[in-house]
């Protein structure tokens, strides 16, 4: 598929979230050119009279000034150096990241300033900066999210297509672990029907644990209209048997499913993390210097 790269310029790299464990996120990118079928962030193409799903996977904007916007930010006497999520809409490593090196700069910027980060991805591409990551760790924390929501490589390929198999995502957690830096590994979404048994979610923890992983976390999928349209699409083709099933779980206009549904699979993971075990390392993770350095003034946001 021949992506459509455009260009464009932010007023802001930082975003202001409510309603999530973190106060800002920032994404170098919109659009996603892994393509994984369940990416609630389809819904955001609908925004530039695009669709969720060809377009969200063919037309990638990338924000070329992102990182001087960050600089401004991050370097204001009023920032407070909160942790930010870096890729919590669209992978910051997907592969246009390799040439345009968005996440790269703006994590130099991160650790210029001293400025704590939380960042998460899907791809292996997270190695080229895993030293960069290293010394930010050490200047300010950075934990980092492997997103793995399926072990079974076969499964993964349907439903990510264009995302690297889990086995060498796997193996990245542990080259991050081995530098000590605070990795873990997110199962969401969680796929009813297809990812939600407890052989599955009891798998998929082992092999955190084997290759280092601090914590696993899960939650089940939801479904916003656009992601939803896609998503239905594509399992009417190659599951079938699963329509009545979602049917089911999201009827009309409902995107999540029922709090029962939801608390059913948390109590589930809780015994199974117990059942396989502690996902710990018996290191602790890098962390920041007792002390920051005084920055200097800049404008401000």
């Not at 009279?49 to 904007?61: H, K, Q």
């Not at 070329?64 to 401004?72: H, T, Y």
């Not at 672990?177 to 939600?196: E, Q, S």
């Not at 018996?282 to 946001?301: E, K, N, R």
């Amino acid at each position: 598929m021949r992506l459509d790269i455009r260009e464009i310029t932010c007023r802001n790299a930082l975003n202001r979230v409510r309603g999530m464990p973190f106060k800002w996120s920032l994404n170098p990118y919109r659009g996603c050119s892994h393509a994984c079928w369940y990416c609630y962030a389809r819904e955001t193409h609908t925004y530039f009279d695009l669709n969720g799903g060809r377009d969200f996977e063919r037309v990638i904007f990338a924000k070329v000034n992102v990182a001087e916007r960050l600089r401004g930010q991050i370097r204001s006497p009023r920032w407070k150096r909160e942790t930010v999520a870096v890729g919590a809409a669209t992978d910051p490593y997907q592969p246009v990241e390799g040439h345009l090196r968005l996440t790269q700069a703006c994590l130099r910027e991160f650790l210029a300033a001293r400025s704590p980060i939380g960042l998460i991805t899907k791809s292996t591409l997270i190695r080229r900066d895993r030293h960069l990551l290293q010394d930010l760790a050490r200047a300010a924390g950075v934990s980092v999210t492997v997103s793995i929501p399926i072990a079974d490589p076969h499964l993964a390929r349907r439903i990510e297509p264009g995302v690297p198999p889990p086995a060498e995502r796997f193996r990245v957690v542990r080259e991050l672990a081995d530098l000590n830096l605070d990795v873990g590994v997110n199962m969401a979404p969680v796929l009813p029907g297809l990812t939600d048994s407890d052989a599955a979610i009891a798998e998929l923890m082992r092999l955190a644990r084997e290759h280092g992983a601090r914590r696993v976390g899960t939650r089940m999928l939801h479904l916003k209209p656009e992601p939803k349209r896609w998503f239905l699409q594509n399992l009417r083709r190659y599951f079938p048997q699963l329509e009545a099933l979602y049917f089911d779980l999201y009827p009309g206009g409902v995107t999540y499913v029922d709090s029962s549904v939801e608390d059913d699979l948390e109590a589930r993971a809780d015994a199974l993390r117990e059942f396989v075990g502690p996902t710990q390392t018996d290191t602790p993770p890098l962390g920041p210097p007792p002390a920051p350095i005084q920055l200097p003034l800049a404008s401000g946001f």
